[in-house]
């Protein structure tokens, strides 16, 4: 089966650093996404993984290891406008599909 | 101007019409799909297409149909519409070989 665990909500505040942690079982594994998604709007891309290892783009990075099925976003730096949802994303092995974790709601506070 | 564009933007209707909402891009992609998202349940898949002559049904296509009208057009309507189909419904576009997808403004949608 499909499934893609992260936490629903976390809380951090502003000017530190948060970890958004995912997990995913897939039948196939073609890359994994970060998806950032503000209340009301449509999601929009942060990032790609699809090899082991840390990629980073400014105060965003995220993490893969494919043989534990593990990801992590990181964020660094925190400024209020990060308070909005984290959606991870496994795409699939033919590259047609991708799904879809139901996101974490991240509130960074003063 | 947006590159990806949907209407209507809001949209409430009552059980057992039939509705359809619209999605264009001007991004030239060939790749578009259409998503619901509901609380505590992320984004799932309605229908994808890769060109205008290829349909494919996604994890949830029950109760939805689709039309890729030319490249830049791909339509998804509720033929009965439910009450449990009150959701948002987000269109996404791709390109072959590109790996994010670029996602519309998003249709809010009641059914009573």
């Known amino acids: 089966g499909q499934n893609i665990d992260q936490p629903t909500e976390m809380t951090a505040t502003e000017g530190a650093i948060v970890q958004i942690n995912c997990t995913y079982q897939?039948?196939?594994?073609?890359?994994l996404f970060w998806y950032q998604q503000h209340a009301g709007e449509a999601p929009t891309f942060l990032s790609y993984n699809v090899l082991d290892g840390l990629e980073e783009k400014g105060r965003f990075s995220s993490f893969l290891s494919r043989s534990k099925g593990y990801s992590y976003l990181l964020l660094k730096e925190l400024q209020m406008k990060d308070s909005a949802s984290y959606l991870c994303?496994?795409?699939?092995?033919?590259?047609?599909?991708?799904?879809f974790g139901a996101g974490t709601r991240l509130f960074v506070k003063a | 101007d947006a590159d990806v564009t949907q209407t209507p933007r809001n949209r409430i209707t009552k059980t057992g019409k039939r509705i359809m909402l619209e999605c264009s891009q001007t991004k030239g992609h060939d790749r578009m799909y259409w998503y619901r998202q509901d609380p505590g349940l992320g984004l799932r898949l309605i229908y994808y297409s890769f060109d205008v002559k290829d349909i494919n049904k996604g994890e949830i296509s029950d109760g939805y149909s689709v039309s890729r009208q030319a490249q830049a057009k791909f339509s998804l309507s509720l033929e009965s519409a439910i009450p449990n189909q009150t959701a948002l419904y987000f269109c996404a576009t791709g390109l072959a070989g590109e790996e994010t997808q670029y996602f519309g403004p998003g249709t809010r949608l009641l059914v009573l």
């Open positions: 897939t039948s196939g594994f073609n890359g």
């Open positions: 994303a496994v795409r699939d092995t033919g590259g047609f599909k991708t799904i």
